[in-house]
């Protein structure tokens, strides 16, 4: 079969913050990507391009670049195309989408931590789509490494994962991403790889083990829409990779759409990635990764092919959705009024607001053509629709995003989704890895034990350090992570990953505090809050509007208890404003908006706009919720 030797195809896989974005920087700079003068102003992390990506330090969409690599024995030069993939669970969807355009994965894993829950989860995804494995021990430089043991430990996921004897044979490279030092010859622990100096080895271990593209000759146009752009001047641009034949600017090429439905269409740019920009070309042949423009409505998974010849690409498949939440349009008394909620002082911050329902719709139904492991469903109300997607963190980036773009929305509690077994009710279980401290260790295990979790593995690696395995149910980890640092004093580390359905696990009580509710409008005052405080924690500045039902803080006892924070106090001509304000205010506790949904119990919600995340009563009324909580406990 004809083979492609001047292009390979490879994705960088680990688990979240083990330095795969910062090896893609290194090898962008050794293969000549920028000009010298452009070095010293290269942002770090480059492929990191949106903003929520460099502010919270993780990937969250799938990117592709190319670097051309010129062989020192002086042969052509090679096109290595990569994909740099999310290492979080939660953004599998985009991880799928990257294997799918490569031939081989290079698995990164940290020198000191091993491999971690996303690892396995990474991994399990390459091993299932036969991709060939090169391994890097990365941070080989980390005073904690412990290069050995974390290579065995690989091993030891290989086999747990069932790799076969062709894919447990896998080439190893030692780096120092930061440095952009590779080597095959395995340093001492927490130095960088002395018999080195820049990441050769690691460019010629992916020629000599990344499979080149292989074709067959004459054959029919086959391209797989693999991820979506676009563009102010060309529109919609979809990223495929040529399977098969060729594709070439303004050709008429037939698009099969996942209904099964061809029509024909015509190709009017055509261009492929060098470094970080797109360059127009003339023609893309098999095993190219390419990008065109054309095609309003392309959608991911469908394919291009030969319009006399039309022979569909399988669709991409991805994992079911573990958590769903509401989102609809904001109900309550502040809506379009601005962070202060003053309407006249904030007019002029509003006037781009996004409030109504079609607009939240449109946008839902937006990210539903790149994202393709999100899901929207209608609810019972025309005003809010059901989203589910992998976890959390992936569903509260969604909402940042909205936010951002200047919508207003009201956010239910997070759930679980169920599914039916045999006439059973199972529910998502997650595979929890946590690192604390030895001191911490009762504390974490009597927190899991409220949660459901059950310890299926400890090891100690006398370091002070523990690391413990649960596996737990989604809704436990609900709300964990902010009572899990505070128990281990901020020093723990916990990853999950989803682990499959297990039957229901009854009734988890996660939260046994109540709420501090407002129970009428008006602006938060500091004599307020300094006879409140000793009721719990509050959650507001003084000079914050608030309305009524809306949570201002979490209450010392279990229950909810119904307080007015505006009380002011009133003067006399013996009292002035200043006197008897000996007392401190104890500064309120800021959630972000992942605490807020965390912190919210199943007869409350959040509400978000772009100025001001607020949690509030479903029901707003004072007198109504007693109604209701009277109701039902008759």
């Not at 005073?143 to 690989?154: G, L, Q, W």
């Not at 029509?263 to 920009?277: D, G, H, K, Q």
């Not at 959705?321 to 008394?333: H, L, R, V």
């Not at 939240?360 to 019972?380: A, F, M, Q, W």
Request: charge should be negative.
């Amino acid at each position: 079969m004809p083979t492609r030797h001047d292009i390979r195809n490879v994705a960088i896989v680990a688990h979240v913050d083990h330095g795969k974005t910062t090896i893609v920087d290194a090898m962008l700079k050794q293969a000549g990507a920028f000009a010298a003068h452009q070095l010293d102003s290269v942002d770090d992390r480059v492929m990191d391009s949106n903003d929520l990506e460099r502010e919270k330090g993780i990937t969250i969409l799938a990117k592709n670049t190319a670097v051309k690599y010129h062989p020192k024995d002086g042969g052509a030069p090679i096109t290595i195309n990569i994909i740099d993939t999310p290492g979080h669970a939660d953004f599998g969807g985009e991880v799928e989408r990257g294997l799918s355009m490569v031939d081989a994965v290079v698995l990164l894993v940290d020198a000191s931590e091993g491999p971690l829950p996303q690892t396995r989860f990474v991994l399990r995804k390459a091993l299932q789509q036969r991709k060939p494995v090169i391994l890097c021990i990365n941070k080989t430089d980390r005073p904690d490494s412990r290069i050995d043991e974390v290579v065995n430990e690989t091993y030891d996921l290989f086999l747990d994962l069932d790799a076969d004897e062709d894919q447990i044979e896998f080439p190893i490279v030692y780096a120092c991403g930061r440095d952009g030092i590779a080597s095959l010859t395995k340093p001492e622990d927490g130095t960088v790889p002395a018999d080195s100096e820049n990441l050769e080895p690691f460019f010629s271990t992916i020629l000599a083990h990344v499979p080149a593209p292989t074709f067959e000759e004459d054959a029919p146009l086959q391209a797989h829409v693999t991820n979506l752009d676009a563009d102010n001047f060309l529109g919609r641009i979809a990223l495929l990779r040529v399977e098969q034949g060729e594709l070439r600017k303004g050709q008429t090429v037939a698009w099969i759409k996942r209904d099964g439905t061809v029509s024909n269409v015509r190709i009017t740019e055509l261009m492929m990635t060098e470094a970080l920009t797109r360059k127009p070309a003339e023609v893309a042949g098999p095993g190219d990764i390419c990008a065109v423009a054309g095609i309003p409505d392309i959608m991911i998974g469908e394919t291009l092919a030969d319009p006399e010849n039309p022979v569909a690409l399988p669709l991409i498949t991805v994992d079911e959705p573990a958590i769903s939440m509401t989102i609809g349009t904001n109900t309550s008394p502040l809506v379009g009024r601005g962070g202060t909620g003053k309407g006249a002082d904030a007019k002029s911050a509003v006037k781009d607001r996004k409030v109504t329902a079609r607009q939240v719709k449109d946008r839902l139904d937006r990210e539903l053509i790149g994202n393709v492991s999100l899901r929207v469903l209608d609810t019972e109300r025309p005003d809010a629709w059901e989203v589910q997607g992998r976890g959390e963190l992936a569903l509260a980036i969604l909402v940042e995003q909205m936010r951002r773009e200047g919508f207003e929305m009201t956010i239910g509690k997070p759930q679980v989704v169920t599914k039916e077994v045999d006439g059973k009710t199972h529910e998502p279980v997650e595979r929890l890895t946590v690192d604390v401290p030895e001191e911490h260790m009762g504390a974490v295990t009597q927190l899991m034990g409220t949660r459901k979790g059950r310890m299926d593995n400890m090891s100690n690696h006398g370091s002070g350090w523990v690391r413990m395995e649960f596996v737990v149910p989604s809704r436990g980890l609900i709300g964990f992570r902010t009572e899990f640092l505070t128990n281990t004093r901020g020093t723990g580390i916990a990853h999950s990953i989803h682990e499959g359905h297990e039957p229901w696990f009854g009734e988890l009580k996660t939260r046994n505090n109540g709420s501090l509710v407002a129970d009428r409008a008006g602006a938060v005052t500091a004599f307020a809050m300094t006879n409140l405080q000793e009721r719990g924690v509050l959650f507001t500045d003084p000079g914050t509007e608030v309305y009524e039902g809306m949570i201002v803080g979490e209450n010392s006892r279990a229950d909810d208890m119904d307080v007015n924070i505006t009380k002011e106090k009133k003067l006399t001509n013996m009292r002035s404003s200043s006197a008897d304000s000996f007392e401190a205010i104890v500064p309120p506790r800021k959630l972000s908006l992942e605490q807020s949904l965390e912190f919210c119990r199943d007869d409350e919600c959040v509400e978000v706009t772009p100025e001001a995340v607020r949690i509030r009563k479903v029901v707003l009324d004072q007198k109504e919720r007693g109604r209701t909580a009277s109701r039902a406990k008759r």
